[in-house]
Protein backbone atom coordinates (compact mmCIF):
# COMPACT_ATOMS: atom_id res chain seq x y z
CA UNK A 1 0.00 0.00 0.00
CA UNK A 2 1.44 2.99 -1.18
CA UNK A 3 1.31 6.37 1.44
CA UNK A 4 1.89 9.97 0.25
CA UNK A 5 5.28 9.91 2.44
CA UNK A 6 6.31 6.87 0.23
CA UNK A 7 5.48 8.73 -2.78
CA UNK A 8 7.84 11.87 -1.48
CA UNK A 9 10.58 9.60 -0.47
CA UNK A 10 10.57 8.24 -4.15
CA UNK A 11 9.91 11.92 -5.69
CA UNK A 12 13.21 13.33 -3.51
CA UNK A 13 15.39 10.27 -3.40
CA UNK A 14 15.16 9.19 -0.07
CA UNK A 15 14.71 6.12 0.99
CA UNK A 16 11.20 5.20 2.28
CA UNK A 17 11.16 3.79 6.37
CA UNK A 18 10.95 -0.82 6.53
CA UNK A 19 10.55 -0.66 10.34
CA UNK A 20 9.06 1.76 12.20
CA UNK A 21 9.12 2.00 16.02
CA UNK A 22 6.41 3.79 18.07
CA UNK A 23 6.32 4.14 21.80
CA UNK A 24 7.00 0.44 22.33
CA UNK A 25 6.78 -0.49 26.32
CA UNK A 26 7.54 -3.85 27.47
CA UNK A 27 7.52 -4.75 31.32
CA UNK A 28 8.39 -8.28 32.77
CA UNK A 29 6.85 -8.29 36.18
CA UNK A 30 8.27 -5.11 37.65
CA UNK A 31 10.59 -4.44 35.56
CA UNK A 32 10.83 -2.39 32.67
CA UNK A 33 12.15 -3.81 30.03
CA UNK A 34 12.13 -1.14 27.43
CA UNK A 35 10.14 2.11 27.59
CA UNK A 36 8.75 4.36 25.02
CA UNK A 37 11.20 3.32 22.22
CA UNK A 38 10.89 5.16 18.69
CA UNK A 39 12.91 4.26 16.20
CA UNK A 40 12.93 4.37 12.45
CA UNK A 41 14.78 1.75 10.11
CA UNK A 42 14.86 3.18 6.35
CA UNK A 43 14.66 0.36 3.62
CA UNK A 44 17.72 -1.08 2.37
CA UNK A 45 20.20 -0.05 5.41
CA UNK A 46 22.05 -1.62 8.45
CA UNK A 47 20.90 -0.97 11.65
CA UNK A 48 23.62 -2.08 14.70
CA UNK A 49 22.00 -1.67 18.42
CA UNK A 50 24.33 -1.83 20.91
CA UNK A 51 24.34 -1.84 24.76
CA UNK A 52 25.05 -3.21 28.13
CA UNK A 53 23.63 -6.52 29.05
CA UNK A 54 19.93 -6.30 30.20
CA UNK A 55 19.45 -3.36 27.96
CA UNK A 56 16.35 -4.38 26.44
CA UNK A 57 18.22 -5.20 23.12
CA UNK A 58 17.13 -8.77 22.64
CA UNK A 59 13.51 -7.84 23.95
CA UNK A 60 13.63 -4.94 21.23
CA UNK A 61 13.98 -7.37 18.19
CA UNK A 62 11.47 -10.05 19.66
CA UNK A 63 8.95 -6.99 19.38
CA UNK A 64 9.29 -6.25 16.06
CA UNK A 65 8.12 -9.75 14.68
CA UNK A 66 6.05 -10.12 18.07
CA UNK A 67 7.52 -13.13 19.44
CA UNK A 68 7.48 -10.62 21.90
CA UNK A 69 3.75 -8.49 22.64
CA UNK A 70 4.67 -5.56 23.59
CA UNK A 71 2.46 -3.90 26.26
CA UNK A 72 2.03 -0.32 23.96
CA UNK A 73 2.63 0.92 20.94
CA UNK A 74 3.17 -0.18 18.03
CA UNK A 75 5.40 -2.16 15.02
CA UNK A 76 5.14 -1.41 11.22
CA UNK A 77 6.75 -3.23 8.68
CA UNK A 78 7.01 -1.31 4.99
CA UNK A 79 3.91 0.60 6.71
CA UNK A 80 2.12 -2.08 7.59
CA UNK A 81 1.25 -3.16 11.42
CA UNK A 82 2.27 -6.24 12.68
CA UNK A 83 0.13 -8.11 15.10
CA UNK A 84 -2.55 -5.82 14.84
CA UNK A 85 -5.57 -5.42 13.07
CA UNK A 86 -8.45 -2.42 12.93
CA UNK A 87 -11.75 -3.29 13.31
CA UNK A 88 -14.11 -0.47 13.31
CA UNK A 89 -12.47 2.39 15.86
CA UNK A 90 -10.58 -0.32 17.91
CA UNK A 91 -6.98 -1.93 16.94
CA UNK A 92 -7.02 -5.23 18.42
CA UNK A 93 -4.99 -8.05 18.36
CA UNK A 94 -4.43 -9.68 14.96
CA UNK A 95 -5.58 -13.83 14.86
CA UNK A 96 -3.05 -16.58 14.50
CA UNK A 97 -3.08 -17.26 11.24
CA UNK A 98 -2.97 -13.48 10.11
CA UNK A 99 0.19 -12.69 12.74
CA UNK A 100 1.82 -16.03 10.98
CA UNK A 101 1.47 -13.71 7.63
CA UNK A 102 2.64 -10.71 9.27
CA UNK A 103 5.77 -12.61 10.47
CA UNK A 104 6.87 -13.47 6.84
CA UNK A 105 7.74 -9.80 6.27
CA UNK A 106 10.12 -10.45 9.25
CA UNK A 107 13.05 -13.35 9.03
CA UNK A 108 15.16 -13.63 12.47
CA UNK A 109 18.39 -15.87 13.12
CA UNK A 110 18.92 -16.55 16.84
CA UNK A 111 21.27 -16.75 19.06
CA UNK A 112 19.70 -20.11 19.74
CA UNK A 113 19.71 -21.44 16.27
CA UNK A 114 16.66 -23.81 16.56
CA UNK A 115 17.35 -26.14 13.32
CA UNK A 116 15.54 -29.35 13.33
CA UNK A 117 18.56 -31.90 14.25
CA UNK A 118 16.86 -35.09 12.31
CA UNK A 119 16.06 -32.73 9.51
CA UNK A 120 19.54 -32.65 6.63
CA UNK A 121 20.13 -28.92 5.83
CA UNK A 122 18.05 -28.57 2.57
CA UNK A 123 15.35 -29.82 4.62
CA UNK A 124 15.44 -27.23 7.15
CA UNK A 125 15.49 -24.96 4.60
CA UNK A 126 12.53 -25.74 2.66
CA UNK A 127 10.49 -27.02 5.73
CA UNK A 128 8.83 -22.60 6.49
CA UNK A 129 7.91 -22.02 2.81
CA UNK A 130 5.97 -25.33 2.39
CA UNK A 131 4.49 -25.26 5.76
CA UNK A 132 3.64 -21.56 5.87
CA UNK A 133 3.60 -20.00 2.36
CA UNK A 134 2.47 -23.30 1.05
CA UNK A 135 5.16 -23.41 -1.51
CA UNK A 136 5.74 -26.55 -3.30
CA UNK A 137 8.61 -28.80 -2.35
CA UNK A 138 10.05 -28.53 -5.53
CA UNK A 139 10.00 -24.67 -5.72
CA UNK A 140 11.22 -24.89 -1.76
CA UNK A 141 14.03 -27.23 -2.99
CA UNK A 142 15.23 -24.54 -6.03
CA UNK A 143 14.83 -21.77 -3.68
CA UNK A 144 17.29 -23.74 -1.03
CA UNK A 145 19.65 -24.48 -3.12
CA UNK A 146 19.67 -20.93 -4.34
CA UNK A 147 20.58 -19.89 -0.46
CA UNK A 148 22.97 -22.85 0.21
CA UNK A 149 24.67 -21.59 -2.50
CA UNK A 150 24.84 -17.99 -1.73
CA UNK A 151 26.03 -18.71 1.88
CA UNK A 152 28.64 -21.07 0.97
CA UNK A 153 27.06 -24.15 1.77
CA UNK A 154 26.30 -25.99 -1.53
CA UNK A 155 27.87 -29.09 -0.41
CA UNK A 156 26.22 -29.54 2.90
CA UNK A 157 22.80 -29.97 2.06
CA UNK A 158 22.71 -33.44 2.59
CA UNK A 159 24.38 -33.07 5.84
CA UNK A 160 22.70 -32.58 9.28
CA UNK A 161 23.09 -29.71 11.76
CA UNK A 162 25.11 -32.01 13.91
CA UNK A 163 27.27 -32.63 11.46
CA UNK A 164 28.68 -28.63 11.36
CA UNK A 165 30.53 -26.12 12.41
CA UNK A 166 28.75 -23.76 13.98
CA UNK A 167 29.59 -21.01 11.64
CA UNK A 168 27.83 -23.29 9.02
CA UNK A 169 25.28 -23.58 10.90
CA UNK A 170 25.11 -19.92 11.84
CA UNK A 171 24.88 -19.67 7.78
CA UNK A 172 22.42 -22.30 7.62
CA UNK A 173 19.53 -20.51 10.16
CA UNK A 174 20.60 -17.47 7.66
CA UNK A 175 19.85 -18.96 4.63
CA UNK A 176 16.38 -20.67 6.61
CA UNK A 177 15.37 -17.55 7.36
CA UNK A 178 16.00 -15.39 4.03
CA UNK A 179 14.01 -18.67 2.05
CA UNK A 180 10.58 -16.94 3.46
CA UNK A 181 11.80 -13.72 1.18
CA UNK A 182 11.62 -11.09 4.34
CA UNK A 183 11.87 -7.39 3.64
CA UNK A 184 13.61 -7.57 6.66
CA UNK A 185 16.40 -9.35 8.81
CA UNK A 186 16.89 -9.56 12.42
CA UNK A 187 20.05 -11.22 14.14
CA UNK A 188 20.53 -11.48 17.69
CA UNK A 189 23.79 -11.72 18.46
CA UNK A 190 24.90 -13.14 15.20
CA UNK A 191 28.53 -13.89 16.51
CA UNK A 192 28.30 -14.58 20.25
CA UNK A 193 28.05 -18.34 20.31
CA UNK A 194 31.19 -18.83 17.71
CA UNK A 195 34.88 -19.51 17.89
CA UNK A 196 36.70 -16.84 17.21
CA UNK A 197 38.15 -18.56 13.69
CA UNK A 198 34.57 -18.97 12.82
CA UNK A 199 33.11 -15.36 12.81
CA UNK A 200 34.50 -13.85 9.43
CA UNK A 201 32.58 -16.51 7.60
CA UNK A 202 29.40 -15.53 9.05
CA UNK A 203 30.25 -11.73 9.16
CA UNK A 204 31.04 -11.86 5.33
CA UNK A 205 27.52 -12.95 4.40
CA UNK A 206 25.92 -10.76 6.77
CA UNK A 207 28.16 -8.31 4.56
CA UNK A 208 26.68 -9.28 1.66
CA UNK A 209 23.45 -9.01 2.29
CA UNK A 210 24.04 -5.61 3.34
CA UNK A 211 25.83 -5.01 0.08
CA UNK A 212 22.58 -6.50 -1.48
CA UNK A 213 20.62 -3.84 -0.10
CA UNK A 214 18.64 -5.77 2.60
CA UNK A 215 17.06 -3.91 5.53
CA UNK A 216 18.53 -5.42 8.86
CA UNK A 217 18.59 -4.90 12.15
CA UNK A 218 21.31 -6.82 14.22
CA UNK A 219 21.86 -7.01 17.97
CA UNK A 220 25.75 -6.99 18.50
CA UNK A 221 28.88 -6.72 20.95
CA UNK A 222 31.06 -6.52 17.82
CA UNK A 223 31.82 -2.79 17.38
CA UNK A 224 34.34 -3.10 14.77
CA UNK A 225 31.84 -5.08 12.12
CA UNK A 226 28.95 -2.56 13.26
CA UNK A 227 31.10 0.80 12.35
CA UNK A 228 31.87 -1.37 8.73
CA UNK A 229 28.22 -2.48 7.83
CA UNK A 230 26.09 -0.50 9.49
CA UNK A 231 24.54 2.85 8.82
CA UNK A 232 23.72 3.58 11.77
CA UNK A 233 24.41 2.56 15.52
CA UNK A 234 22.08 2.70 18.40
CA UNK A 235 22.94 2.52 21.96
CA UNK A 236 20.02 1.20 24.29
CA UNK A 237 20.57 1.22 28.34
CA UNK A 238 17.55 0.59 30.80
CA UNK A 239 15.08 0.46 28.10
CA UNK A 240 15.39 3.57 26.03
CA UNK A 241 17.75 4.76 23.38
CA UNK A 242 19.88 6.73 24.63
CA UNK A 243 21.72 7.93 21.76
CA UNK A 244 21.87 6.68 17.76
CA UNK A 245 23.51 8.14 14.73
CA UNK A 246 26.21 6.99 11.85
CA UNK A 247 29.14 4.95 12.93
CA UNK A 248 31.97 7.56 12.74
CA UNK A 249 29.91 10.23 14.86
CA UNK A 250 29.06 7.07 17.47
CA UNK A 251 32.58 5.66 17.80
CA UNK A 252 34.36 8.61 17.43
CA UNK A 253 32.57 11.13 19.42
CA UNK A 254 29.37 10.53 20.90
CA UNK A 255 27.26 13.31 22.33
CA UNK A 256 26.44 11.26 25.83
CA UNK A 257 28.53 10.78 28.51
CA UNK A 258 27.32 6.76 29.21
CA UNK A 259 27.72 6.15 25.24
CA UNK A 260 31.15 7.31 25.66
CA UNK A 261 31.79 5.18 28.70
CA UNK A 262 29.71 2.22 27.49
CA UNK A 263 32.21 2.34 23.97
CA UNK A 264 35.34 2.93 25.59
CA UNK A 265 34.60 -0.40 27.90
CA UNK A 266 34.17 -1.96 25.45
CA UNK A 267 36.63 -1.41 23.17
CA UNK A 268 39.38 -2.25 25.97
CA UNK A 269 38.24 -6.24 26.20
Known sequence: MSTAADELAVATGEPRTMVRLIQISKAFGDVAVLDRVDLTVPAGTVTC?????????????????????PDSGAVLIDGQPV??????????????????????????????LNLFPHLTVLENIVEAPVAV??????????????????????????????????????????????ALRPKV???????????PELVGEVLSVVRDLAAGGMTMLIVT?????????????????RGRIVEQGPPATMLGSPREERTARFFATIQQR
Open 185 to 195: MLFDEPTSALD
Open 83 to 112: GLIRRGNRVIEAPPRLLARHRTAVGMVFQA
Open 221 to 237: HELRFAAEVADEIVFID
Open 133 to 178: QRASRADARARARELLQRVGLAHKERSYPRELSGGEQQRVAIARAL
Open 49 to 69: VVGPSGSGKSTLLRCVNRLER
